[in-house]
């Protein structure tokens, strides 16, 4: 057996992993490069011709947005992921198809049904079965990974019995939207991600705090609240908590007798019509949502369709509402892709109203190097937007507890749980001191497992892994 890595060794984009098998093997995960990665090609630069299967272990386009290359190299075998996956993944294709590679709407359409003929749904927990032409068989098992609607680990077993997990994007515990991940009994290699590996997030319970104060401040002194914020999985989980927000101050004004606040004054606006699409698709897979959430629904509360809450669809309302507020600063809530300010509707908003000191950079995920928001997070005083210098006078505040990723504390509570711990990890889908400081906490707690740091090798063929 071999596991071979094609990317998301050595940072957090770009993961695809081969697990090859005698004289075949198949994929998990094909995703795009971002960052200061972002200038390697896209295009498959290793063999394909023996890849049987695609396993995808979610829908972020950093694990699936190599897909339409993958195809154009010739690959044409089965693709294999969680239902929720399933119904979310020609929403994201579509959306990367156009803005990179700026295909019609014709166009698209044709891949999308190319790629829904190869899809396999698997519900979770549930085995799928894969044989290779030279009678080599293994299942895989998809399991909650709690980090998006959908998400999965993906355990692995060998025709000999020896269980390969490969860990995807792992969510953190405790948050009230998605379950939280369970780890397998047993894990004989691991494949493990360190995105946060050398840190620990805020509690759940402060990022709501913190994210209430700053919407007590834009009420009070106007201006927008402006949230970068990927389409799958933070979107939903901010919408989640600012429904639960308003409520809770409105019920704290009545109970206290102070008077009310007309939240009509702060919309809620939701400028990204990908994002308002997987929304929808939160909402019909209810079933995949935490106890909390669940019940919420149960005594009537909509937490993500709210009466303020606003989407804009087309371009023209979206330049209309960045106008609007930078000429009125008027309070208002807007979240828009994309994640780390690289590019979408967000990046409007940033060039705009950067400038007011009335407004709030809310940035609630991982920024990876040379991307916009990892520089607003630096604290400088202007940065470049459309080859202009804008100033920043805007408070950029980071909320690291809405990280869709399990941090350090998770991520050794994960290993540590199982009944059979690995006697292999392979750590990846980190940056080198991440992976470092993951790996030095690991080894005290699993002195007999060999804990391979990815990043600290550079050629290629040193990614690959042989196990007898």
Avoid at 89 to 108: A, F, G, H, T
Wanted: net charge negative; with cysteine.
């Amino acid at each position: 057996m071999q596991i071979i890595h094609h990317g998301a060794y050595s940072g957090v984009t770009g993961s695809c992993h081969e697990l090859r098998v005698g004289n075949y093997g198949l994929l998990v995960d094909c995703g795009i490069f971002q960052g200061e990665e972002a200038t390697r090609s896209l295009d498959i630069d290793f063999p394909i011709s023996h890849i049987r299967a695609l396993l995808l272990t979610h829908c972020h386009i950093d694990h699936i947005g190599r897909i339409p290359w993958l195809l154009a190299a010739g690959f044409r075998g089965h693709i294999y992921a969680t239902e929720a996956t399933a119904a979310l993944l020609p929403l994201m294709l579509d959306d990367s198809l156009k803005i990179q590679l700026n295909l019609n709407q014709e166009q698209r359409a044709q891949f999308i049904n190319l790629v829904s003929s190869l899809l396999r749904p698997v519900p979770f927990d549930c085995r799928a079965s894969i044989t290779f032409p030279d009678g080599e068989k293994l299942t895989a098992v998809f399991r909650q990974a709690g980090h998006i609607l959908g998400s999965a680990y993906i355990e692995m077993t060998l025709t000999d019995g020896h269980v390969v997990v490969f860990s995807g994007d792992l969510g953190p515990s405790n948050t009230p939207l998605l379950v939280d991940p369970c780890p397998p009994n047993r894990a004989d290699t691991l494949v493990l991600e360190t995105t946060y590996g050398n840190r620990r997030h805020d509690r759940i319970q402060d990022r709501s705090h913190r994210l209430a104060a700053v919407i007590e401040r834009s009420l009070k002194d106007g201006g927008a609240i402006i949230i970068p914020a990927f389409s799958v999985g933070r979107t939903q989980e901010l919408l989640f908590d600012i429904e639960a927000i308003l409520s809770e101050l409105t019920q704290h004004q009545k109970a206290n007798g102070l008077p009310p606040v007309d939240w009509s004054r702060l919309p809620v606006i939701l400028d990204s019509p990908l994002a308002d699409k997987v929304t929808e698709q939160y909402t019909l897979f209810q079933r995949l949502w935490a106890k909390e959430a669940k019940e919420k629904v149960m005594l009537g509360r909509h937490p993500m369709s709210f009466r303020q809450f606003v989407t804009i669809d087309s371009h023209d309302e979206h330049e209309a509402l960045v106008n609007r507020l930078k000429q009125s600063g008027e309070p208002a809530i807007v979240i828009a892709a994309s994640g780390m300010c690289t590019g979408g509707r967000v990046v409007n908003y940033l060039e705009a109203l950067l400038p007011d000191s009335r407004t709030d950079v809310v940035l609630v995920g991982y920024q990876a190097k040379g991307t916009l928001g990892k520089t607003l997070l630096s604290g400088v005083e202007s940065v470049e937007i459309n080859k202009q210098q804008v100033p920043v006078n805007a408070s950029v505040h980071e909320l690291s507890g809405y990280s869709a990723h399990a941090d350090q504390k998770d991520l050794l509570a994960f290993v540590t749980a199982m009944e059979t711990p690995p006697s292999v990890i392979r750590l990846v889908h980190g940056d080198a001191d991440a992976q470092h400081a993951l790996a030095d906490e690991l080894r005290p707690l699993l002195p007999g497992c060999d804990i391979i740091i990815t990043a600290d090798t550079t050629e290629k063929a040193s990614h690959t892994a042989v196990i007898s």
